[in-house]
């Protein structure tokens, strides 16, 4: 597991983040890694989410590293997009993060979003395309309820007669298999 060095942050970073969290697993969530995006806003994640700027300067929201599908940084852009899962045939919930460099924060991403993911597994569907089926949980809740999804490959789309249908039972069938 990646360590990082404590920091203190901004106050309102600290804040926000503590409100965010209220709800959540212990009610209170300490910041792993922070970074500061080019607008001034911050960014943070903790062992159970990552807090994500809104449209107040004095707020975050909260994203349980469950919910986030990928994340992936854009070295000519100087942008740290994540993705975050969403019901099957909607767009995936984009965030663009600008920053000079992800750092230690993009560290604590990749490390959290791969706690995250309990299963992976793909299922052909069409002769070797198919559907990615993943099973994903909180790392900081290991009692939590697994949450699952499933994306179609490249060249698969969804109204292709009894293709969603296929896709939901193999979804069924590996969530049986793992007894969920």
Known sequence: ???????????????AVQIASRHSVGGK?????????IDGHWVAGGRAAV?????????????????????????????????????????????ELKVEDPGRFGQLLRERIDASVLLQRHVPLVGKKGVRIVGRRNPAEPDAAVSWNFVLDKGLEPDQPGLVDRAEEALRAVRDEFGV
Do not use: N
């Not at 909260?62 to 599908?69: A, D, P």
């Open 1 to 15: 597991m990646l360590r990082l060095r404590r920091t203190s942050w901004p106050s309102s970073l600290t804040e």
């Open 51 to 95: 807090y994500l700027p809104t449209d107040s300067a004095d707020a975050v929201r909260r994203v349980g590293w469950e919910k986030i599908e990928r994340a992936g940084w854009d070295s000519e852009a100087s942008v740290l997009h994540i993705y975050e899962t969403t019901q099957f045939g909607t767009p995936l919930r984009a965030t």
């Open 29 to 37: 969530e300490e910041i792993l890694a922070a970074i500061q995006l």
